[in-house]
């Protein structure tokens, strides 16, 4: 064997094993949140955590029944306001999109994408906690719509524009408006898609606390009134895990294994819609 | 001609942001008959059908001037709505284009609920899929996704579609070109039967085709309307020399 083979070999081999080291060193954050998580969350499962009320400090049981429901709550009116602006402004976008108002709006979806989200929280209180002069459901949703829809936007557009154009002027030459082939053709052609889109964008929303904190506040007790203050599973894990005392610090994290579980599934679905999306259509 | 024409092009000019892709093309398209439309590609004469229903000026930067009178009446009117004109002209396109996340019988419905036109859309699309010479492969399996069908079959679908709302005109571009020769075959079989109902207008490459299917020819090339003729004259006898070229493959 001539030498420069046995070089080449020797480094292949340490190529291969450094980048099998770096793979190594992503998940070990991946792995030990999972496993921090687990090991101290799961202790404190049980029927009444997801259905009860929280209790005082020193007062044992009670649960976070109040904030699972908030977060599901604040992320469906989330829903309500950021999904037709969002997959709106996309199914514009994608139609529309190459005139100058078009390239307006991409280039403010662009950059708002990347406003931290804390930001959209004082924006949020500002604009609706301030005049209200209270914190409200309402608040913490609009906060949260205002994150999910550039990137809901964006991903409409790009799902829009897969949808061939054939389709289009199928619908068109058989007399039907621009504005309903746009709607039942086309936004209908891409909807698999986008249902994807959707989940991925409420799974990020239920996970956001920066902009919840001064906007639905929190709730010590079950809330479905949009102009009153809210619990949310994140808000609720950051006052227990912010607290001084041992109970409540067990109490978040086992409500944080909770999000966990919720956000993980809502992700996981996606994937699986997605997956079996690609799979029909081959 | 004896029959007043169904569609006219009068002095029509067709523009691609600023190129001019048809000059001065004036035709007569007489009634329940077939005129076929050939030329090399390029030629302009996809952009000429496309003009008729008025899909051409959908692409963005393309406009048309002239006349286009279908049944007398300016189709480029102040007040006619396209949306209706495409009601009573419809298309068929080169690539089968089923919708893909409709079944057989909602894609021959398609027409028909998306303008809201009343009516018993099972007898419609019935008829609109024997007419296609479709009903008796689907007639079991109408729930069953219109992708499922061969490209033929999805072909005929497509030409159902365009019959459920019940046009005047019917316009074919290329319906053929994705298709092999038996599913050809099937189509213009169609096209013989449909021009007992229909005005028919088709485009193709296929100069066999053209001159099995249609009564009349029109010759385009380079944006220009060569010659227009009984089919039988346009292939045995043209009068101008490019035609003759053209037809006995001489260039194209």
């Known amino acids: ?282 | 001609m004896s029959a007043p024409a169904k569609l006219t092009a009068v002095d029509l000019h067709a523009f691609f942001r600023g190129t001019e892709v048809l000059r001065d093309v004036s035709l007569e398209i007489p009634p329940l008959s077939v005129t076929a439309i050939i030329g090399p590609s390029g030629c302009g004469k996809s952009t000429f059908l496309r003009c008729l229903n008025r899909m051409h000026e959908l692409t963005p930067g393309a406009h048309a001037t002239g006349r286009i009178e279908l049944d007398g009446q300016d189709v480029y009117g102040r007040d006619v709505d396209p949306v209706h004109l495409r009601r009573r002209v419809g298309m068929v396109f080169q690539r089968p284009n089923p919708f893909p996340t409709m079944s057989i019988f909602d894609n021959v419905a398609a027409g028909l609920r998306l303008n809201r036109i009343r009516g018993d859309h099972e007898a419609s699309v019935e008829r609109c899929l024997r007419q296609a010479a479709l009903w008796d492969e689907v007639k079991d399996r109408l729930g069953a996704s219109a992708l499922g069908l061969s490209g033929g079959q999805q072909q005929r679908l497509c030409i159902a579609r365009a019959l459920a709302v019940e046009p005047e005109v019917l316009l074919m571009d290329e319906p053929a070109s994705a298709l092999d020769p038996i599913a050809t075959a099937k189509i213009e079989d169609l096209i013989h039967e449909l021009k007992t109902r229909y005005t028919i207008a088709i485009v193709t490459h296929n100069m066999q085709q053209a001159a099995r299917v249609s009564d009349r020819t029109a010759f385009f090339y380079m944006g220009d309307l060569v010659e227009v003729g009984p089919t039988e004259q346009i292939f045995t006898t043209p009068r101008e020399q490019r035609t003759e070229d053209y037809v006995t493959g001489k260039f194209g």
Request: net charge positive; hydrophobic share 55%; charged share 15%.
């Open chain 1, 1 to 282: 064997m001539s030498s420069a083979l046995v070089r080449r070999r020797a480094v292949d081999r340490l190529m291969t094993a450094l980048a099998a080291v770096a793979v190594a060193v992503a998940l070990v954050p991946l792995a030990s949140v999972l496993w921090l998580v687990v090991s101290r969350g799961a202790a404190g499962l049980s029927w009444a955590f997801f259905t009860h009320l929280p209790t005082p400090v020193g007062e044992p049981g009670g649960g976070i029944g109040n904030a699972l429901v908030g977060t599901l709550y604040l992320v469906g009116l989330a829903c309500l306001i950021g999904l037709p602006v969002g997959i709106g402004a996309g199914v514009y976008l994608a139609e529309r999109g190459d005139s100058p108002i078009g390239r307006g709006i991409r280039f403010t979806a662009d950059v708002l994408s990347g406003v931290p989200s804390i930001v959209v929280g004082v924006v949020a209180y500002g604009l609706i906690v301030v005049p209200m002069k209270r914190f409200s459901a309402i608040a913490g949703a609009v906060a949260l719509a205002i994150l999910m829809v550039p990137t809901l936007a964006r991903s409409t557009e790009e799902l829009v524009r897969l949808v061939p154009g054939a389709l289009r002027e199928a619908s068109l030459a058989l007399g039907v408006p621009e504005w309903k082939t746009s709607l039942r053709v086309v936004l209908r052609t891409a909807l698999g898609g986008i249902v994807t889109a959707v989940l991925i964008a409420v799974a990020r929303a239920a996970g956001e606390t920066a902009p919840l904190l001064f906007t639905a506040l929190n709730n010590q007790y079950w809330n479905l009134k949009p102009d009153q203050p809210t619990a949310s599973l994140t808000v609720q894990i950051f006052n227990y895990a912010i607290s001084p005392y041992e109970d409540w610090h067990a109490k978040a994290w086992t409500a944080a294994l909770v999000l966990l579980l919720l956000v993980g599934s809502l992700n996981l679905l996606a994937r699986f819609l997605s997956r079996s999306r690609l799979r029909s259509q081959r």
